[in-house]
Every structure is written in structure tokens, then in C-alpha cells.
């Protein structure tokens, strides 16, 4: 497969990076009226190449401090920079403002072109070049190669050529196994084709026919078509410049800044905690302060809170909160920009931490280690602290959209901690996780509210599923509860009895004089067998209070020594067994239909209660109603 890098020009106004694109591709990188016009860049431009097996995509950023705006949304994407500068001018102000950029956007390598060395003499170009080399010094460019060329002439542009691909060998490419997300920096109709938006694709992948979200408005398009390079592909990998032709929508509805996602995988957020640097040589920056913040293709305007001072000094980084106007689309790792807010001037950037944070609070002491875990710490490490600062347990979509992580990622590192017992899978699908110490408390609680129980209603057999959920609180999720019960029934320190739950040899005890009234309420319903008797009636003879007497009522009916036929209606076991028997007997001789004057006197009982006895034994398919008649089952 070949490889596709992005390479981003970035260099002063005027020092040569559109027609050193052209030279090397080429394609003119401008594309306005306006640009040929005035001979300036105003716009990111696209061109293409492949080279030595490579498929380069450049983005052709302005130099005009004007428009540091849409260098910013060109920048964000790209593998390689190529920093132009002219030998004629060597290094001026939008030459270190966008190598400054670069570095805060985590730009990994680059290449450093000397241009337009056919307008000096050799010896200046040196000079400008030992310059360069000073000024890279301790930054991502140390060490790049310094080529002196000229666009003009074409000297030196095979060996930009080779230094490209040379680059392009060690850049590890894009994030291939992550969701897809391409940040939107183009839209515009193609005749034909209808709306069309191009972007760098910088992780995961998109195909023909997928189903992609559109952030933030959280519209589900489908992709209609794509292309790479120029190029019609039916699938479009990370690190490719693509464009996407989407079904359904306008293309005025959509705008850079916007971004294309896989469903339901990322987040629009307004608050944002981060690392942020000031530069050397910005002002300092105030609690509070308003700023223009820049990440992928989007902006907004955010206030910074600073976390651990009221004010962050130049050449300084701290933790902030980013408090958005606009929603943007961000994971951890994310690299931003801010500027000031006027005069606009970079002032300095950092990386996206948490883009689910909290609302700051001075009682959360635990934000700031929490964020340098974010920071620094392994997926084990960040999983843990983010399970950690939820006592009411984390769920995989949380997660997913705070990291960036794919699901089977987060299931790996989940089941390590567990394995570890740091933490507790409350669930499996969806994948739900609790820290384990929380889990323990909440298991401890129920056993000792159980007990409570079984201490105050020593005649109940048990409590009933939704008390004991209830009386652990409102804290304890359904899942909680639920994996809590599980865990405590395979430690054999819970028994599950349908809906109530009892300690395991809870038998319920009862006094003598309980156990005598129990064995006379059983006995007074077995003598009166079908003739069944009214159940206040045999309460009032019995030597207990009532209360107690309903209570042991229950324990029989669940026991099933007696059943319940209708509300008003209780039966001994045995009479209803006598009764099955004896419609057998009946089928046998007569015939399997009974009729209802016949059923009252085969059993003796009146009209009253011989209809819902019939309606109970349909119900337990003892028989089946025909009509006036009952086939007997
Ligand atoms: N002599 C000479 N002229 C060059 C060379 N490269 C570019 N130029 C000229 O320098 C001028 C500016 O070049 P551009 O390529 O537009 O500069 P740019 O960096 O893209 O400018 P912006 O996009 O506006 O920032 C044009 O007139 C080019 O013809 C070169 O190697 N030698
Ligand atoms: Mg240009």
C-alpha cells in the first residue's frame, strides 16, 4: 500500500511557498480571482503528488498575518511542514509565528527550504542558513535539512524532493485504528455530483455508502462518493487529503470548522480542560481572559480559567479550563491554538486533556491530578482515574468520546484493571465500570441492610428486590445493584428467591406461640377442604394479635401450603389437589364435559365461589370453558 502524508507549506508573506508548490507539482496552489489578482495567498490551496511511493498531499497556507486564521485550519492536519524562507529577507515575523504554530500544534518533522537563493549571493544564502540553524535550535526542526533551491531556476528541488521522502519514511502516519474524523475545511457544489467538502481525513477511515455525523449539528449524510488525490476511491484511509460527496445536503449548510464523524463517537464540547503554553514572547494572560481558540479547522471564542494561579506568565504552561462560545469537536490529545483576543496574535496553544470537563469547583481537589494522569499516565493509568472520579459508575460511550479510544481498546484495558481488582465490569454490553473499592462498599451495605431486615421482620422470608435497592440509596445504579446482588449470591452471602432476597439459613423462626397459630390456620382451612371458610373468621379464633396473623397468613400462601384462587378466596393445597382428582374421575366416568350445576354439587360448593374457582382452574389450564360447559384438560 502506499504511503500518504500531508505536508503543509508555512513561511512569511511573499517568500515563495505557492510557487515552490507549483514547481514541485505541478499544480498553482491559488485558487481565487482574488489571489492572482494581488499575487498573495488569501485561502489554503491543495495540490498532489506522488513520488518514490509515497502519495503527498500539500496544503498551501498563507503567509499574510491577516489570514494566520486559515494557515491555522490548514495546519492542523499535517504530517511534515515545509518552512520557506527566502534568502533574500531570511527570517521575519510570520516566519517564527508559524513555526511557533507548528510546534504547538505537535508537528513532529519538517524540512526547511531556502528559497529564492538565484536573487543572492552564495555567501548570503549561508548566512541566512546558519541563521536558520540557530533559530531551530532545541525545537522539532533541530536537525532538518536546510535546502537552499530556487523555484526560478529549479536548483535544489530534486534534492527537496529526496529530503520529502526521506521524512515521509519516518512519519508513522495518521491514526489509521481510531474512529474517522475529518475536520471540514472546504464545501463547495460540483456540477453533477451536488454538495462536496474536502478535509484531511486524520483518523480512521471512510468508505462509499457509510453513514457519517455531521458535527455539531449531529445530522446523519450519507457518503456518496470520494476521492483522494483527484482520484475516485470507494474507500479513503487516514492521512489522505479527501474530498466526500455527501447525499442530502446542501452545501451551504455546511462550513469549515464543521466535521465529518463516525456516529455517535465524538463530542461537541463547550468546556475543555488542557494544558496551555504561553510563548516566550507573549503577554502574560489573566484568569478569565477572553481568547480566540483554534482547533482542526474550527474556532471560537473561549475564556480561559486558569486552574492553579491567576495569572500565567510568558514562556509559562499550566492547566486551564477552555470555556467555549461555540461548541467544538475535541478528544484527548487534540492540539489547539490561542490568540489574543485583540490585538490578535498568537499567544501560545497546548493539548486537550479532558473535553468532558467539569464545571471548576473549589472542593475537587483531585483536578489536577486527575489531569496530569490525563497528561502523562498509560491507558490503565487514565482508565482508572477516569472510573475513579465517578462514583456512579463510567460508561464505554464516555469514555470513547473523552479518549478517542476505540471500544475494543477501552474493553482491553478495562479487563486488565479488573483482573488487577482496581476496578468492577458492572456490565459487559454496554460496558459499564466502577471502582472497585465503591463496588465493595455498596456489596457491604446491602448485607448489612439485609440483616437489619431479617432482625426487624423476623416472619418475613425475605426482602423484596426493589427495598433493598431503595434502602442502599439513590447513588447505587440498576447495574450496581444488580452486580452487587450477583457477587454476593456467588459468595453465598445472599440468596436470590425470585423477587425477595434473604440470607442464606434465614429460615424464619417463630415463636411457639406463632408456630401453634400457624399449624390451627393451616389446619382450620385443610378440615374445611372446598367449603372453604372465611379467612376473618379463622383469624378471630386464632391466640395472636392480627397483625401477626396476617403475617402467617402470608408464610402460607408462600409456602403454597395455601393458594390464593381469587382475592377474596384462599384454598388448602390439598383441597385443590382432592378437586384435580376428582374432575379426573369425573372425565373418566362421564365424559370430559362438566357444566356448572354439575360441578357444584360434585364439590359441594355454591355459585358464589364454585365461578372463580372454575376461572382459576382455566387459568392453571385444569380445565377450558366451552360455551356454559368446561372441557375438563
Ligand atoms: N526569483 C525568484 N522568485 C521567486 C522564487 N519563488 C517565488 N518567487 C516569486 O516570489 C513572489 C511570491 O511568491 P509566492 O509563491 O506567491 O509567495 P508565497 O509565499 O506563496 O506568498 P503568500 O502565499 O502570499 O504568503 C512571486 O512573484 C514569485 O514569482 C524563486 O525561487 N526565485
Ligand atoms: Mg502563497
Not at 463510567?394 to 475494543?408: D, K, P
Amino acid at each position: 500500500m502506499t504511503k500518504s502524508i500531508i505536508v503543509g507549506t508555512a513561511g512569511h508573506i511573499d517568500h515563495g511557498k505557492s510557487t515552490l508548490i507549483e514547481a514541485l507539482t505541478g499544480t498553482h496552489p491559488d485558487r481565487l480571482e482574488e489571489e492572482k489578482r494581488r499575487g498573495i495567498t488569501i485561502d489554503l490551496g491543495f495540490a498532489f503528488l506522488e513520488e518514490g511511493g509515497v502519495r503527498f498531499g500539500f496544503v498551501d497556507v498563507p503567509g499574510h498575518e491577516h489570514f494566520v486564521k486559515n494557515m491555522l485550519a490548514g495546519t492542523s492536519g499535517i504530517d511534515v511542514v515545509l518552512l520557506v524562507v527566502a534568502a533574500d529577507e531570511a527570517i521575519k515575523p510570520q516566519t517564527r509565528e508559524h513555526f511557533d504554530i507548528c510546534r504547538l500544534l505537535g508537528v513532529k518533522r519538517g524540512v526547511i527550504a531556502l528559497t529564492k537563493t538565484d536573487l543572492v549571493e552564495q555567501d548570503t544564502a549561508e548566512l541566512v542558513r546558519l541563521e536558520l540553524e540557530e533559530f531551530v535550535k532545541g525545537s522539532f526542526l533541530e536537525g532538518a535539512p536546510i535546502l537552499p533551491l530556487s523555484a526560478k531556476t529549479g536548483a535544489g528541488l530534486a534534492e527537496l524532493r529526496n529530503a520529502l521522502s526521506t521524512e515521509a519514511q519516518k512519519i508513522s502516519g495518521k491514526q489509521a485504528q481510531r474512529y474517522f474524523r475529518l475536520p471540514i475545511d472546504r464545501s463547495f457544489a460540483v456540477k453533477g455530483f451536488g454538495t462536496v467538502v474536502t478535509g484531511t481525513l486524520i483518523s480512521g477511515e471512510v468508505a462509499t455508502g457509510d453513514e457519517v455525523e455531521l458535527l455539531p449539528d449531529k445530522k446523519l449524510l450519507r457518503v456518496r462518493g470520494l476521492q483522494t488525490g483527484g482520484k475516485s476511491v470507494e474507500r479513503a484511509p487516514a492521512g489522505q487529503r479527501t474530498a466526500v460527496n455527501l447525499a442530502g445536503i446542501e452545501h451551504s449548510a455546511l462550513e469549515r470548522g464543521m466535521v465529518l464523524a463516525a456516529p455517535g463517537r465524538f463530542l461537541n464540547t463547550r468546556r475543555i480542560d488542557a494544558r496551555l503554553e504561553l510563548l516566550p514572547g507573549a503577554p502574560p494572560l489573566k484568569h478569565r481572559a477572553r481568547v480566540h481558540f483554534h482547533a482542526g479547522t474550527a474556532e471560537s471564542i473561549a475564556e480561559v480559567l486558569l486552574h492553579e494561579k491567576t495569572e500565567l506568565l510568558p514562556g509559562e504552561s499550566a492547566f486551564v479550563q477552555l470555556r467555549l462560545a461555540n461548541t467544538a469537536v475535541a478528544v484527548r490529545g487534540d492540539r489547539f491554538i490561542v490568540r489574543q483576543f485583540s490585538p490578535v496574535i498568537t499567544m501560545g496553544g497546548g493539548e486537550v486533556l479532558d473535553p468532558l470537563a467539569r464545571r471548576p469547583a473549589r472542593k475537587d481537589n483531585g483536578r489536577t491530578e486527575f489531569l496530569h494522569t490525563l497528561e502523562r499516565g498509560s491507558p490503565e493509568e487514565i482508565l482508572r482515574a477516569m472510573v475513579d472520579r465517578n462514583i456512579l459508575g463510567t460508561g464505554i460511550e464516555e469514555i470513547v468520546l473523552r479518549t478517542g479510544w476505540m471500544e475494543n481498546e477501552v474493553r482491553t484495558v478495562a479487563q486488565n484493571l479488573a483482573k488487577a481488582g482496581v476496578i468492577r465490569v458492572l456490565n459487559a454490553e454496554p460496558l459499564l465500570l466502577l471502582p472497585e473499592a465503591q463496588f465493595q462498599e455498596v456489596a457491604k451495605k446491602l448485607v448489612a441492610r439485609l440483616e437489619t431486615f431479617h432482625k426487624e421482620n423476623p416472619l418475613l422470608p425475605g426482602i423484596p428486590r426493589e427495598e433493598l435497592h431503595a434502602a442502599a440509596g439513590r447513588r447505587v445504579k440498576s447495574e450496581t445493584f444488580r452486580a452487587a446482588l450477583e457477587e454476593l449470591a456467588k459468595q453465598n452471602k445472599i440468596v436470590l428467591q425470585g423477587e425477595l432476597l434473604k440470607k442464606p439459613g434465614s429460615e424464619i423462626t417463630l415463636t411457639p406461640e406463632e408456630a401453634r397459630a400457624k399449624q390451627q390456620l393451616e389446619q382450620a382451612f385443610a378440615k374445611t377442604g372446598l367449603a372453604v371458610p372465611a379467612v376473618k373468621e379463622v383469624v378471630a379464633q386464632l391466640a395472636v394479635e392480627s397483625q401477626h396473623a396476617e403475617k402467617i397468613l402470608q408464610i402460607l400462601l408462600r409456602e403454597k401450603t395455601l393458594i390464593r384462587v381469587s382475592p377474596e378466596l384462599i384454598f388448602h393445597r390439598d383441597a385443590l389437589a382432592r378437586l384435580r382428582e376428582m374432575l379426573q374421575n369425573y372425565k373418566k366416568s362421564k365424559g370430559p364435559r362438566i357444566g356448572v350445576p354439575t360441578f357444584k354439587e360434585l364439590t359441594g360448593i355454591t355459585r358464589k365461589y364454585a365461578i372463580p374457582l372454575l376461572e382459576y382452574l382455566d387459568r392453571q389450564r385444569l380445565t377450558r370453558r366451552m360455551g356454559d360447559e368446561r372441557v375438563i384438560l
